[in-house]
């Protein structure tokens, strides 16, 4: 069955700008989940729907980042004010209650 | 804090060589742990987890793991590798120690495999 789906693939983008990017869960999958991956930093988590509750959003590095779901599945991503220490590849995975998460392939973001 | 320890930052061995990749955790209670493979330009593409139950884990590709809760460790195992096992390793816990927690990643182990 089809995977996680990331878009864009890759994105350029000026310092100052705000970008989105898109993420689309397996379907069926109630949890979703954003996560950022660079360098200096590892593996970072951003943040977390299930279902209908309050997302968790603790790991969001700062207020330009924020984050939605519409109707339980699409997620969209949202840097405004993009900065250079935002470029990062920036990785979306969703996740049945019997856990273990499927990773999309990225979107890979870069800020000159 | 929930945290994970992946000790070698790259090991190399021979085809034909058995592996074991080690991964400690820190967590108080019943940890779920979980091993991801990432190839170069990929996501990550997992392997096999731990929730409960027998301590040895069966994944895909041939990997194991062993939980073994005296020693906070869930090393990763494979008897014979293959030129295409190289890539990188990530082990990870789940925060809040729920199947749906988010993921604490180790810092990974690079692979490299020797004709």
């Known amino acids: 069955g089809a995977g996680v789906s990331q878009s864009p693939s890759n994105k350029v983008t000026e310092k100052g700008k705000d970008v989105e990017l898109r993420c689309d869960p397996i379907?069926?999958?109630?949890?979703l989940y954003w996560y950022r991956q660079s360098l200096g930093q590892g593996l970072e988590f951003l943040i977390y729907?299930?279902?209908?509750?309050?997302?968790?959003k603790s790991g969001l590095p700062s207020d330009r980042f924020s984050a939605e779901r519409t109707g339980g599945s699409v997620s969209t991503l949202t840097i405004q004010r993009t900065q250079q220490e935002d470029s990062a590849v920036y990785l979306c995975?969703?996740?049945?209650?019997?856990?273990?998460?499927?990773f999309g392939p990225g979107t890979r973001l870069l800020v000159l | 804090a929930q945290s994970v320890t992946q000790p070698d930052i790259h090991i190399t061995v021979s085809e034909g060589a058995s592996l074991e990749l080690r991964c400690n955790y820190s967590?108080?209670?019943?940890?779920?742990l979980f091993w991801y493979v990432q190839s170069p330009g990929q996501g990550l593409q997992l392997l096999l987890k731990?929730?409960?139950?027998?301590?040895l884990v069966q994944g895909i590709k041939g990997f194991e793991a062993e939980f073994k809760r005296s020693q906070s460790s869930f090393n990763l195992r494979k008897p014979s590798v293959h030129w295409s096992d190289a890539a990188e390793y990530f082990c990870?816990?789940?925060?809040?120690?729920?199947?749906?927690?988010?993921?604490?990643f180790g810092k990974g182990t690079k692979l490299s495999v020797k004709p």
């Open positions: 995975a969703s996740s049945l209650s019997s856990g273990g998460q499927y």
């Open positions: 379907s069926g999958h109630t949890a």
């Open positions: 729907f299930q279902g209908n509750s309050a997302p968790d």
């Open positions: 967590y108080g209670a019943t940890p779920y």
């Open positions: 731990y929730f409960s139950g027998d301590t």
């Open positions: 990870a816990v789940a925060n809040y120690g729920g199947s749906q927690g988010n993921l604490i």
